[in-house]
């Protein structure tokens, strides 16, 4: 075999591989993966324990985590309590924890409450994630406020949309009013005896309760939001200052409500105008 043979044959089997290669396309860049939310922090009920200051070195231990949650769910949408109000938002894990969050309903909570020092912190998030001990830790940027948090029980599924039975969350409980927003008029009021304003709900679409020193009867129903129709069994006079009418027109007005994500359960007036709160007194006899 000749040199030039030898060259000749290299120069053909080189521009053999070139034609080759130009028969395949290049591979296509595989997108980075948006991470999902971590299972790990979703559906529960994260209830907030203390605010720590990077600068002052002051920490703030709340003085009611249950009236300040969140739960994050799956699909990137947030829920939860900050006091007297509830809100809703979302959330995302892609480059660090970002909450956006909005009231559904702003009521003043009144002093002392934290209900606005916590929903602008959620806002300022900007990392977090389990702390290593059972709980969630979020902090904003540089770590100037690290928020911790206690786990909860998991929260209630989320009813589906056909038209709704009475739901099992709140029938045959006795639920204690316990505070009334008033939005319009930008009041908080507490009720001082809760035992004494009282509603259960019960299966078969009946209500019945107790307003001071009356007792009431009525029914009510989930199909349509949340009506109720309450009547006085005996109506008395109870003593000045009694909240027995206030109570039972309220009741009357009630266009939406059910369990506020944290055992407790909330009724609202048209548009959000009156909300009012209830505690979990035991089951109903």
Known sequence: MTKQFRLTLLAVLSLALVVAAACYPPAAPVPPSVPAPSSSITNIVWQWTSVANRTTGQTTTVPNPT??????????TVTGQADCNTFSGTYTQNGGFFITVTPDVMAACGDP????????????????????????????????QRMTFVSGVPPAPT??????????????????????NDVAAGTSMKVDNPDKYTVVFYADGTTKGQADCNTFSGTYSQANDFTISVTPDVMAA??????????????????????????????????????MLFSNGGAAQ
């Open 67 to 76: 009236a300040y949650t969140i739960i994050f769910r799956d699909d990137g």
């Open 113 to 144: 409450s934290l209900d606005q020092q916590y929903l602008v912190l959620l806002e300022d998030i900007v990392t977090g994630g389990p702390d290593g001990a059972g709980g969630l830790a979020l902090e904003t940027a540089g770590g100037e």
């Open 159 to 180: 009813a589906p949309a056909a038209a709704p039975a009475p739901s099992s969350e709140i029938t045959n409980i006795v639920w204690k009013w316990q505070t009334l």
């Open 238 to 275: 109870c003593d000045l200052g009694s909240m027995d009418q206030q109570f039972l027109n309220l009741l009357d007005d009630v266009a939406a409500g059910g369990p506020d994500g944290a055992g407790g359960l909330m009724l609202q007036t048209a548009g959000g105008a009156q909300k």
